[in-house]
């Protein structure tokens, strides 16, 4: 079975080439995306224990305010984007549907700059100290899954880390905002990265950069050169590249066991976003407030990469991108691959947002669910050599030790089974019932 | 804002790869199929055009009817029942009486198929069912009368045969013709029965054959030359090698087929015969072995999902193939090796476990996981 070191670059067993377009996007530079009127700030934006709000209705808040946390340990505060007022603390829907307690703050006309506490001393803070200033900052892993930095950065004692990896396979069609954070910041990224290292004392860190990404791969080697500890891997363009699992098998050989984590063969992944905002935070006491979001797909009328504050609706984003063109038929937070349809563009922005995609109704391909033909591809491509089909299966007749059996646990939801299913099988949504179902089934 | 009036809202993912559709699937196996189709019209005549007119008709007939009787949606646009109209008339001998070719073909579709929930729920590949049954029936009288390759020379080459009789004098078996004639040519044995009984080809066939070649070598066994290219006697769609090669390249190259499946079955009959020195490369060339190896054990429904499967599932069938040529008392093996390990692919997919990304001692069967005692009952129920 074709391993690691196959081929010309660096890749992992299964996986898909989607159509990737990441032309419509790639060459526009970060821009600040307007400042709406109100922000709608998720008081959990992230895995693990919710956050308590900090501030009441009328209060003033400024720019970088924490506004809400907890004592948890898996957890990361959340900050003010805006200065302004609070107008509310409600339940409001997430890009999910779900209900989660929000603050909602009117945003002041003039907005002053954010006022940097340099720390010109970063390059010596301990390793505690830069778990503080991460949990502090309420980093969280900013490609989507939203996992708090801290808490990967505390690793159990017994497995020590040796090498951190940056994500930067950005495997999502469509999305360019690490591809741009890579251009324009590559240095920042690096410094990240030294951060992560010192972290979690690892004597390797290797950014992994898909093959499609060459230009800032480059940048990146520059970076790099003349120091022993670092590297940049190229990788085979495929998704699913960046999934932790495939990404450490793909630039290490070595494979995180079903149900582990990456701390179990010694690694760290993160993501080029999380990276660079450690940075900002260590150097600059910048909390997470803002980040870069893709605005993209073939309805919007001009493609973008904004730096956004969190908790602007999305509408404000599509606005700014021109609006949209075209017969537009899906709204995603998110990627294309894993991301949340949306049925409106209500929804704020929170700390994993990487982009807003809108498919036209010539992309989109959704079809009634036919009979599993089992053709088999939904293995051949799924990464973690699951048996997709079966669980699906198995979810229809409610077996759901059998689900588990044929892997539903192991499943992160990449979605190559269904890209690729020619009976338009969702196995995802079948998936995604089975984990629930069997977590509830394990509980009792 | 311009926010789309109807925003369709689904679970991710939300591309999914571009003509991937089992139609597609199904229309590159007729593509596949097309050389194997042309080259046994050339050997045997017109009246293959007519098998597979009546095979197709029949088929889409059967799937329309028999769905709707069962308040089914049709499913014709998916073309498998056309797949297995053409691959039920390749495994007939050229000769077979059209209604015997309309019979077997409904029992196929209708029931190898149908009966067994449609496309997908069938566990027999629906063309080996009907061939299979026509063999264990008192049809198989009309389906085991075999004939030189350009036996149409004698009988024109437009005749339809509609019924045949048995044998009357030495080794002539006598056809009516669908306008009422009656003609009467050389019934031939295929290569394999010839090797079965120990006989060489000579016993039957002489002289070159129409197209200036021999089939002969000058020892009297059939040139590999004569089997790869399909100047042989046999079923219509095992007949050339050779053009079944071109299609299952296609099949692989498109990926509508899986490469371990032929690659087992292949390798497996081939290192047998080898090891039973038993006409090695002879016997890749003769019968059904490459129509099955690459057109019906691949069969999506039917074969097992999972890498490790495949494979299992793969030798099994090389070894029962070998097997069945070597003892049993009938020359041809593959399609019934298929038929029976059909069944069994469910139930490899079922206990063989396929090892996950990352896993260590991986199980060689599966497990099943246990939940506590109060998990609802659905869990327990057992297809």
Request: net charge positive.
């Amino acid at each position: 079975m074709a391993g690691n070191g196959h081929g010309q670059y660096k890749t992992f067993v299964g996986g898909i080439h989607p159509p990737y377009h990441k032309e419509l996007a790639s060459g526009q530079a970060i821009k600040a995306a307007p400042i709406p009127d109100k922000v709608i700030i998720h008081l959990q934006q992230h895995i693990g224990a919710p956050n308590e709000p900090l501030v009441k209705p009328g209060d003033r808040v400024e720019v970088g305010q924490k506004i809400g946390a907890s004592d948890a340990f898996v957890n990361a505060p959340v900050h003010s984007s805006v200065a302004g007022t609070v107008a509310d603390i409600a339940e409001v829907p997430n890009f999910t549907g779900a209900r989660v307690k929000s603050v909602i703050i009117e945003a002041d006309k003039e907005q002053p700059e954010f006022q940097k506490k340099e720390n010109p001393n970063w390059e010596a803070l301990s390793a505690d100290e830069i778990r503080q200033i991460a949990r502090e900052a309420g980093l969280v892993g900013m490609g989507g899954a939203a996992f708090p930095t801290h808490v990967k950065l505390t690793p159990p004692k017994d497995k020590p880390i040796d090498t951190v990896i940056i994500n930067a396979c950005e495997c999502e069609p469509y999305l360019t905002c690490d591809h741009r954070l890579m251009l324009e910041r590559p240095e920042d990224l690096v410094r990240g990265l030294k951060l992560l290292m010192k972290a979690v004392g690892a004597e390797r860190g290797i950014i992994g950069v898909e093959a499609n990404k060459m230009d800032a791969a480059q940048k990146l080697e520059e970076m790099v050169k003349g120091e022993d500890r670092l590297s940049v891997e190229i990788l085979e363009v495929k998704y699913p590249e960046g999934a932790e699992k495939m990404l450490i098998y793909a630039v290490t050989g070595r494979k995180v066991p079903p149900g582990k984590l990456p701390s179990e063969v010694g690694c760290l992944v993160q993501n080029v976003g999380t990276a660079i905002a450690l940075f900002e935070a260590a150097a600059w006491g910048k909390p997470l407030y803002e980040r870069v979001v893709t605005v993209t797909g073939q309805g919007i009328r001009n493609p973008s990469n904004f730096l956004v504050k969190v908790g602007t609706p999305i509408s404000v984003l599509i606005e700014a991108a021109g609006g949209m063109v075209g017969n537009p038929q899906k709204l995603i937070m998110g990627g294309p691959m894993t991301g949340w349809a949306q049925s409106d563009a209500s929804a704020p922005v929170v700390k994993g947002t990487s982009g807003v995609v809108v498919l036209t109704s010539e992309v989109v391909d959704v079809q009634e669910e036919h009979e599993c033909v089992r053709c088999g591809k939904c293995v051949d491509v799924c990464p973690m050599f699951l048996l997709p089909n079966y669980i699906a299966t198995c979810v229809k007749k409610q077996e759901w030790d059998k689900a588990e059996m044929y892997g539903a646990l192991d499943c992160f939801e990449c979605g190559c089974c269904s890209y690729s299913c020619p009976a338009y099988i969702p196995h995802v949504k079948y998936t995604r019932e089975a984990k629930a179902k069997i977590a509830a089934l394990k509980r009792r | 804002m311009s926010v789309a009036n109807r925003l369709m809202v689904t679970v991710s993912p939300h591309l999914h790869q571009e003509g991937e559709t089992i139609q597609r699937a199904m229309k590159d196996v007729l593509i596949a199929l097309v050389p194997a189709a042309l080259w046994a019209i050339v050997v045997f005549g017109f009246n293959v055009v007519y098998i597979l007119a009546v095979s197709c008709i029949t088929a889409a007939l059967t799937e329309w009817v028999m769905r709707r009787i069962m308040g089914r949606k049709p499913t014709l646009f998916d073309l498998s029942a056309m797949v297995t109209a053409v691959l039920f008339a390749f495994l007939l001998p050229p000769t077979t009486p059209l209604w015997v070719v309309a019979i077997g073909v409904f029992i196929a579709v209708g029931v190898g198929k149908e009966l067994f929930g449609g496309l997908g729920k069938n566990i027999f590949n629906p063309a080996i069912f009907g061939r299979v049954v026509l063999w264990f029936s008192p049809l198989a009288l009309y389906t085991q009368k075999f004939v030189e390759p350009f036996y149409w020379k004698e009988t024109g080459f437009f005749t339809p045969i509609a019924t045949s009789i048995s044998e009357t004098v030495a080794g002539r078996v006598v056809y009516k013709t669908l306008a009422g004639g009656v003609t009467d040519v050389v019934s031939a044995a295929t290569p394999l029965s010839l090797f079965k009984s120990g006989r060489m080809l000579a016993d039957v066939v002489t002289g070159p054959t129409p197209v200036g070649a021999t089939w002969l070598t000058p020892s009297g066994r059939p040139s590999l030359g004569a089997l790869f290219l399909g100047l042989k006697s046999g079923c219509i769609g095992e007949v050339s090698v050779l053009a079944l090669l071109i299609g299952a390249a296609y099949l692989l190259y498109r990926r509508t087929i899986d490469w371990r499946i032929p690659a087992g079955i292949v390798g497996s009959f081939f290192l047998l015969n080898l090891i039973a020195w038993y006409y090695p490369v002879h016997h890749l060339f003769m019968g059904g072995l490459a129509l099955g190896a690459f057109f019906m054990a691949t069969d999506w429904v039917t074969s097992p999902v999972s890498r490790r499967g495949k494979w299992i599932y793969a030798i099994g069938i090389g070894v029962t193939t070998f097997i069945l040529r070597y003892w049993s008392a009938r020359p041809e093996g593959m399609a019934l090796a298929i038929f029976i390990w059909n069944p069994l692919a469910f139930l490899i997919d079922r206990y063989v476990a396929q090892p996950k990304f990352g896993e260590v001692k991986a199980p060689l069967f599966y497990k099943l996981p246990s939940f506590p005692e109060s998990s609802s009952s659905p869990a327990k129920k057992e297809a």
